[in-house]
């Protein structure tokens, strides 16, 4: 019987583990449970995830990498969670505001639900929502943030104008190849 | 200006474009394109992609792992394209037959249009469609395979029942922890 024993991602594992352990013991587990035991049929599960249902999401993060390189787009990473309110309210607005919608489709678009290993994506800190931009150089714009020192990278609905401004500012590429 | 530099994403992209340059070619920028431009509302795309709406399907191939280990599961992984007819016409099947998508509740499932940059994900080539097992000790069941020697990991819709049984050998964990 042949093996192929994937030790490089035990270690991943392991440090998802370590960094994921409070949002797991929020979500994850019950949450599985209980959605695999719902005998109603339910609605498909989306990559939108409410987000903008007409837009199109990236799945990975590593998809995004490539397509922003590829496509020479920025990358917007909205992290979430289902069963956090500010999330929720946060998520409702954006939705709902037509320019922010618009705007978007300029941008390779990927909500996550679930911390990546690259710890890149939290300058200071996991925390939810938290929205960060990648430059199509594959370049954090760790400049691009919101009004709360101790979360740079956190939105309450009332800042949906701020992160309006800070998506035209991402679309302004720091290189720009001809 | 701050910016966190991740290098090493650049690595990994590179290698990725190398991979998935003919996929790439099929799929990637074209319906990138295609989608944004569409004027008509259409429906949210699905995690499920049509493979079971009903079941929980994974995000990311590290959110499967942390699972799978957390939850003592193994985890079922089809890699497809939405433009490859052998895709979709084992996706019909598989969607279709009872049995199969009652088991498929007993795995942590993934389903991929996107490699990942894990070589054990390819232990034969990368090719759609290809269907892999992975132990919850993180170990890569390259044992469970269809019927063709030069692919040793597709299967075409006559095959599903193969698919059935080797979702039972899958659901056999190789160590179990008490």
């Known amino acids: 019987m042949e093996k192929s024993c994937i030790s490089v ?9 370590a960094l994921a352990k409070d949002f797991t013991s929020k979500n994850d587990g019950k949450r599985d449970t209980k959605e ?3 005998t109603k049929p339910r609605l498909p599960q989306t990559l939108s995830r409410g ?8 799945q990975t993060y590593e998809e995004a990498l490539f397509r922003a390189k590829n496509g020479n787009k920025p990358i917007m990473i909205i992290h979430h969670l289902e069963d956090c309110p500010h999330s929720q309210a946060l998520k409702k607005v954006f939705a709902e505001h037509k320019e922010i919608q618009k705007m978007a489709e300029k941008f390779v678009l990927l909500n996550l639900v679930y911390e990546t290993t690259d710890k890149n994506l939290s300058p200071d800190g996991q925390y939810v929502p938290r929205v960060l931009f990648i430059d199509p150089s594959l370049t ?15 939105y309450e609905p009332s800042d949906i104008s701020l992160l309006y401004s800070n998506m035209q500012k991402a679309l302004k590429l720091l290189k720009t190849e001809l």
């Open 36 to 38: 695999v035991k719902e």
């Open 51 to 58: 987000w903008g249902d007409n837009l199109v999401w990236i």
């Open 9 to 17: 991602f035990l270690l991943l594992v392991a440090v998802s583990y």
């Open 140 to 154: 954090v714009r760790a400049d691009i943030t919101g009004r709360y020192s101790n979360r740079l990278y956190a």
